[in-house]
């Protein structure tokens, strides 16, 4: 009788939600799992209280379900509400970005737990779940982080799922089989809607870039900064290359230029302004690379720099070159960026600036550092630009200068310390001291941060650069040859530019020192090596396959398929493959529906007996019962009087008698049989009385 | 202007009703398919369509193929449960296995068997009006039974115009829904008022009655006389015997003592009069004691048990009322029935 338990409520969809204002425990728990789930991508991005107070909030609701604890009535509630906003606010300080407001929704998410009462909250809960995930895929593109959101999408669809058939045995196997076999039947139409989609160009744009700061070079260089950078083995980019890759001492990474000397700080003397001087080929970026083509896939920085080997033109339309032989895209890498370039013959006369220019490289703070400038003044009294070069790098090479990452502090006249001193520094120290002395000597040089370096990924097809790769050197201006490369660590610790800086601080055992957790430092375990390289290959192509499908790979794409396709025509193509979709599962679920029909065997006898029945003369009416069928049928026809009857006493017991399948088949063959001798005793008496009209 | 629109409303939502019962033929039995199946998102499914907008848009302003793709995999998915709803719906089978019985004012159970088709019917939901019951599964090739509680105005035949058969499952995002509309009519006892006194105007059947029971004494109390007694219940044998002038004094009520009459409450409505019959009929039910059921044109003969009450209330239920046709589509016993029908029924039972 709990089936016959009355419901209060205006029809069924009252009564549903009714019945379920203490939500069923099995579909919150889904939820909550969703969201423990949906919220580890973030676990870098978000303030370290927030994710305290998402758990306590979302244990709360979990206790409160079991009667553990009550939730908060209304007052507690607004009070919780504000007191969170109000940190949030504190933490956020007025600053708006898409990443704070990220964390705003993740705020509001952990506040809606403890007002999930209903099954209305349960969908609300649903929907922002949905699209916590989708905020996710703004920040993490890895195809780990994208199978948790996956993940934890599914898990909200069982917990739907669960939610509106509570008591169904093993409601959760089959919902995950259930959603399983809708995912297969539905992913040639999603592959085939995600590769003909047409990709537009964003409508309004609003700049991801996060307050955090990132892991990665900055456009201030202090002495100690890249030492700091290289106990990261974060990924910085991956390149493939059309040709062969270039040997190590070549892969100089250049991502900008610092010309002005600020105390001990190397800064850019001027704020770059934006201008589109390079080549921009339109359509460049697809298709496979040419012999001298590399292709980049850039972690986002944040910032508009994209780096390049030496004497690189821009191929791709994303990146344009600027003046001093540096890339630059049209807005901060926010998410990550693929872009390509070339490289060109070196051959030919270095670009020549103008003396007024070159006035920039040549600025020196007015005093300090008297002794380095005392030895510059030594060096130019009798050496050409050149020779001056080639003797301060002797002077690296011969004397005892040590390459360390543990340098030690130099406060005061930091570059006199360091050259005459200590002796021992990184690369940043000795590329500022290099480009100090150059400068007192009179030759135009410049600071130039990027990586140097990179090792092969898995299958050594492409190369991985990492933070540790991270490396300042020098250019000098020599008149008729342009920019040098000067690279004072390459005298010092020749290692570090031939095979990295694993290698160049293997005897000090500083490498990758405070970051346990990096694969990279265990490198020298075979199988973590190879692990961690496999994970990369796997990351890498999804990355450029999947996630960097955009709107020139579909382009590309497009026009190698035969036909032409324009954004118009994949316009149409996707309207069609979305209406191609639903006719071809209507037409399947309309096939199995026939068949479903046919198998109901039992109502085609009864189809049968009424069609016999129409041909005696007596048509079923709507809604008659069978028995009444048949006393019709009997006083039309009275030979088939007794058949009719049994047949509609069969035909009874099937409708009214909870019987199993299984009895059904003989039963069906006894109906065939009636039907048959029916038939007989109809035509018998048909021809009797055709012969008595006759 | 609102009364305009409510005009509209009203004409479309006849016109609609009018299309769905010519769709769906009265009939005990229904076989739930394409034909007959009706789906649509629920609201839940409508902001459902406006997430994945938003989806698009966030995939579209930050160039996200991730977004994209999960866009297209959710509106994919959402796609798949329209097909998931109605196939939980269709094949399915609704017989109307038991019509109830029950008294006006109550709810009235009606017994109606699910029987799954191919697929596994989970979550359905049978609702009537106001009323519904929680939801059953009903897995492939099994049958299950389900009660549903029709509210019942007054008495009569009472047959639902229609009952709704929903489901929401497996996501709630949509509901495919469908009705049942019976030709069989459960049947409404009058809602029992308890009776006043009643005078037995029954002619002829008071002498008979009076003698039956007196002589027998069965039941009889014995008390003097008192001003506005009838005349007809003095004993005048006891008066002629004793010289005191007493009267017989029935349990129960005063009218003829086993006879439960029509004509016993002068000036009162018939509904009303039915309704003192139907209290009655439930104190003799009770007490188990014989009673015969008297009304215009019909005439239950004396008895008791348990059969015999269920006789009598049907009796009451049906008196002057019409089985309903299967051709006539009003719904019967439904709150929208017209006085008019009643009162020309019952001066028809009248003559």
Known sequence: MSLLDRLRGNGAGEAHSALATSLPSRALLWLIGSFALLLTPQWDRLPLWLIAACAVLASWRWLAQYGRVRLPGRWLRTGIMLVLTGVYVATVQGRFTVDTAASFFVLAVG???????????????????????????????????????????????????????????????????????????????????????????????VPLVSGEARTGISDTMRPGDISSLAQSGERAFRVTFGGEIPPYRDRYWRGLTLDYLDGETWRQGQTEDFRALGRVAVDGGVGPLKPEEYDVLLEPTDQRWAFALENSRAVSDNVVEESADLFRFRRPADSPVRYRLALEDTAGPGEQIERAELRRYLQLPGEGNPRARELAGELRRNMSDEQIIRSLMARFREQAYFYTLRPPAMPDNGIDTLLFDEKRGFCAHYAGATTFVLRAAGIPARVVIGYQGGEPGAGGDYLIVRQYDAHAWVEAYLGGRGWVRVDPTAAIAPERIESGLREAVAQEGSFLENDWASPQRYANVALVQWASLQLDRINYQWQRWVVGYQGQSQMDLMSRLPGGFGMRELGYLTAGIVGAGLLVAGLISALQMRRGEKRSAFRRVVDTWHRLCAGAGVPVRHGETPSVLAKRLAEAEPAAADSARLFARMVNSHYYSAGTEDEGDGQLARMHRLLATMKRQLRRSNSRTGRRRD | MSGLGDTMKNLFRNRWHRWVNRRIPRSDLQFFSQKNIFILPTGAGVVFGLLLVIMLLTGINYQNSLVYLSTFLLGAVFVGAMHQTHRNLSGLEVTLVQPGEGFAGDDIPFRFRLRAGRDDAIAILLSCAESGHAPVHVHSGQVLDVSLLVHSAHRGYLRPDRIRIETRFPFGLLKAWSWIRPVSAGVVFPRPVPAPEAFSTVEGGEASAQSRSVDGNDHADIRPWREGDLSQRVLWKRFARTGQLVVADWEGEQGSPHWLDFNAYPGADHELRLSYLAFLVNERGKSGARFGLNLPGQVIEPDSGPAHVARCLRVLATWGEERPRDAMSEPHGTRKRSSRTLSRVITEGRV
């Open chain 1, 111 to 205: 506040l809606k737990w403890l007002e999930s009462r209903s099954v209305r909250d349960f969908y609300v809960l649903f929907f922002i779940l949905v699209y916590l995930a989708t905020v996710n895929f703004l920040f993490h593109q890895e195809i780990l982080w994208a199978l948790a959101n996956f993940t934890g999408i599914a898990l909200l669809f069982v917990g739907l799922q669960v939610l509106n058939a509570p008591e169904l045995p093993g409601g959760m196997t089959s919902g995950w089989r259930r959603l399983g076999a809708l995912f297969l039947k539905t992913l040639p139409v999603v592959v085939l809607l995600f590769v003909f989609f047409p990709r537009m160009s964003p409508l309004w744009s």
